[in-house]
């Protein structure tokens, strides 16, 4: 959109300056002071713009924002330059010298990101990325709830995973008497337990078929990458342990450290069990979701092996009182 209104606004430039020699005679572009603060003025919002586009960079690691922060950090001496340089002087080289700097890098990052993701999306995706590290330092649960659904347009099959499994989870919390404070961060932690995937590339989460070994390998680095993520963000930091060890097990066959049994917090022990339920009668690009029942006998078969077992039962007294969840 913002590409589409930029080509009708430079043809609506030039057929007016074509048509109409002097429109912009009356325009006080040789008034000093106006020189001064269209300069002020650009110099200052490119440098907002590269100290925003590198938080966002510093949090979701995405080429794209890389590209935007360095080719705005190269932007920021233009405005100067045209303002106190002269024409064949060392400024005026170095002028254009930045100006094609900035927009080889730029491409060069949107590169990487089409070729990294295997979608055009992408530029899109680092382009928007807001600054999530300010907004959930002040702590708002409107940006908490802006960021899970950041999370969940990464992957468009799973859409609704992020807050069903945060119901299941708040289920079995209420069924094993945790205490506000603890349903609170757990909570919080379901919600954020997949928000590592900012960073994974939009091919594989889409991917209609079986990954790879190696493509299973970059998937499982959402637990790393989730934790370091919560890790810089205030808010989110009492989760962060949460996030990386929803995907434990208790015979150590879990993801990232192997931890086994009570080495597990409980409850990332708690979010494990309503993910699992939840991924299995949750269609995939590769595969249809399982039946209630059948996903409950898998969630017997998993209890004290691989599952807690006082969450696998929390979570089918809680279906069995309150009926079978909607259907994914």
């Not at 074509?18 to 603060?37: C, H, N, S």
Request: contains cysteine; hydrophobic residues 50%.
């Amino acid at each position: 959109v913002v590409a589409a209104w930029g080509v009708v606004a430079i043809a609506a430039y030039i057929t007016v300056s074509f048509t109409i020699e002097d429109w912009l005679d009356g325009a006080p572009t040789d008034d000093r002071a106006v020189q001064y603060a269209i300069a002020l003025s650009a110099t200052v919002l490119f440098a907002v713009g590269a100290w925003r586009y590198t938080q966002a960079y510093v949090f979701a690691r995405l080429p794209g924002q890389a590209a935007m922060a360095c080719a705005l950090v190269l932007l920021v001496q233009v405005p100067p330059i045209l303002l106190w340089g002269e024409v064949w002087y060392v400024s005026w080289w170095v002028y254009h010298a930045a100006y094609a700097a900035a927009f080889v890098v730029l491409l060069a990052g949107w590169g990487l990101e089409v070729r990294r993701a295997g979608s055009l999306k992408a530029i899109a995706d680092a382009l928007a990325m807001r600054d999530a590290l300010a907004a959930l330092n002040r702590g708002r649960d409107r940006d908490v709830l802006e960021l899970v659904d950041a999370i969940e347009a990464k992957d468009v099959a799973t859409l609704g995973h992020v807050s069903r499994v945060s119901s299941y989870a708040l289920a079995i919390g209420k069924r094993l008497s945790l205490a506000p404070q603890d349903l609170r961060e757990l909570v919080l932690a379901a919600q954020m337990h997949d928000v590592g995937k900012i960073g994974v590339p939009d091919a594989l989460l889409a991917k209609p078929a079986a990954l790879t070994a190696d493509e299973y390998e970059i998937i499982k680095q959402h637990a790393r990458r989730g934790f370091e993520i919560a890790e810089r963000v205030d808010a989110l930091r009492p989760v962060a342990r949460i996030v990386r060890a929803h995907h434990e097990r208790l015979d150590g066959s879990g993801y990232p450290d192997g931890l086994r049994g009570e080495e597990i917090p409980l409850l990332a022990r708690i979010v494990a069990v309503a993910d699992t339920y939840d991924a299995m009668t949750s269609s995939r690009p590769y595969r249809a979701a399982v039946a209630h029942d059948a996903a409950c006998a898998e969630l017997l078969r998993a209890r004290g092996r691989t599952l807690d077992a006082g969450c696998v039962d929390a979570l089918l007294a809680w279906f069995q009182s309150e009926g079978l969840p909607r259907a994914a």
